[in-house]
């Protein structure tokens, strides 16, 4: 069945540490997106990349980074730098033909900082 | 700049009663509304969209929303809730001419039996 795939679903990280969180789609979509989500807060857009070898920041980006080498992959790196990692990940991909479309969520990674 | 305002942090209903979950938003220029459940520790699930055209819009699951522009709101509704509507909603707009979407701080719905 076509969707998009995360993992890990849980990953614990000590201070200091660099961790990647995988995003996988074979939808054929050409846009991807990772959200942050908060309790209490919705979802924060952290990157989105329209197409191959392109990305743009959301709102939250410092502290992260993010690849498209491929289109059915969109990796999210949470850096050392990110001061408060603890949240959800949410990763998305829409079709990119028209501007109309809706999102297509994958299961979500949840990250603890001990 | 585009935002979108769910006023409701938590919203409670008998089974067999209706719903409705309001959505305010914000976009410069024409808006595409969209409305997603979200089960615990779980992805998004698309619901329904707006995007031109009938102003009553019909989803999955029964659910519905009306697109009010005077009003900039977009209120999902049901006419009969089920203890299995029970989740957290979120409702999202992009403007016509932008490519990435922003969502509301979600909507607690609680049916209870």
């Known amino acids: 069945d076509g969707g998009i795939t995360q993992s890990p679903k849980y990953l614990f990280r000590k201070e200091g540490q660099n961790v990647t969180l995988s995003c996988e789609q074979n939808?054929?979509?050409?846009?991807m997106y990772w959200y942050r989500q908060d309790p209490g807060q919705g979802l924060r857009l952290i990157y989105y990349s329209q197409i191959v070898n392109d990305f743009q920041k959301g709102d939250i980006a410092e502290g992260y980074s993010v690849s498209r080498e491929k289109k059915e992959s969109f990796p999210l790196t949470v850096t050392s730098a990110q001061k408060n990692p603890t949240a959800f990940y949410l990763c998305?991909?829409?079709?990119?033909?028209?501007?109309?479309?809706?999102?297509?969520f994958g299961e979500g990674s949840r990250l603890t900082v001990l | 700049a585009q935002s979108v305002a769910q006023p409701e942090d938590q919203v409670n209903v008998a089974e067999g009663n209706p719903l409705t979950v309001k959505c305010t938003y914000s976009v410069s220029g024409n808006p595409y509304l969209f409305w997603y459940v979200q089960y615990p520790n779980r992805g998004l699930q698309f619901l329904l969209k707006?995007?031109?055209?009938?102003?009553l819009v019909k989803g999955s699951y029964g659910f519905e929303a009306e697109f009010n522009k005077s009003q900039t709101s977009f209120h999902l509704k049901k006419p009969s809730a089920l203890v299995s509507d029970s989740a957290l909603y979120f409702c999202?707009?992009?403007?016509?001419?932008?490519?990435?979407?922003?969502f509301g701080a979600g909507t607690r719905l609680t049916v209870k039996p």
């Open positions: 939808l054929n979509h050409d846009a």
């Open positions: 998305a991909s829409r079709t990119g033909q028209t501007n109309t479309g809706e999102l297509f």
């Open positions: 707006y995007i031109t055209g009938d102003n």
């Open positions: 999202a707009v992009r403007a016509g001419n932008n490519n990435d979407m922003r």
